[in-house]
């Protein structure tokens, strides 16, 4: 069992930067995939980037590449997510997952998941 608490999300102004932090419990941290995913209002929640257990492969949405940086500590049993440039299109709620397994883009297929925090671009 893996729990998820993120945190760092806010009112940003576009251009500006954010860095969200994802705390997990559980012993097995290190052995789990991590991703960031993202949902908008009355949107369908989608892949933004994802890092892999030893934090040697990282993948990003085509959306965020160049802008947004994943990274991980597993001493700390912690996944980062900095982002940078931030846009109006930025904006939602940004959620952080695990799976016991290689990186998948696809929310389906993660087994845990925090509660979200609220990412606001203003324009």
């Known amino acids: 069992q893996v729990q998820l608490v993120e945190s760092g999300g806010g009112l940003v102004q576009a251009g500006g930067s954010l860095r969200l932090s994802c705390a997990a419990s559980g012993r097995t941290f290190s052995s789990y995939a991590m991703g960031w995913f993202r949902q908008a209002p009355g949107k369908e929640r989608e892949f933004v980037a994802a890092i892999n257990w030893k934090g040697t492969n990282t993948y990003y949405a085509d959306s965020v590449k160049g802008r947004f940086t994943i990274s991980r500590d597993n001493a700390k049993n912690t996944v980062y997510l900095q982002m940078n440039s931030l846009k109006p299109e930025d904006t939602a709620v940004y959620y952080c997952?695990?799976?016991?397994?290689?990186?998948?883009?696809?929310?389906?297929?993660?087994?845990?998941w925090g509660q979200g925090t609220q990412v606001t671009v203003s324009s």
């Open positions: 997952a695990a799976r016991a397994r290689t990186i998948v883009l696809v929310p389906a297929a993660y087994d845990y």
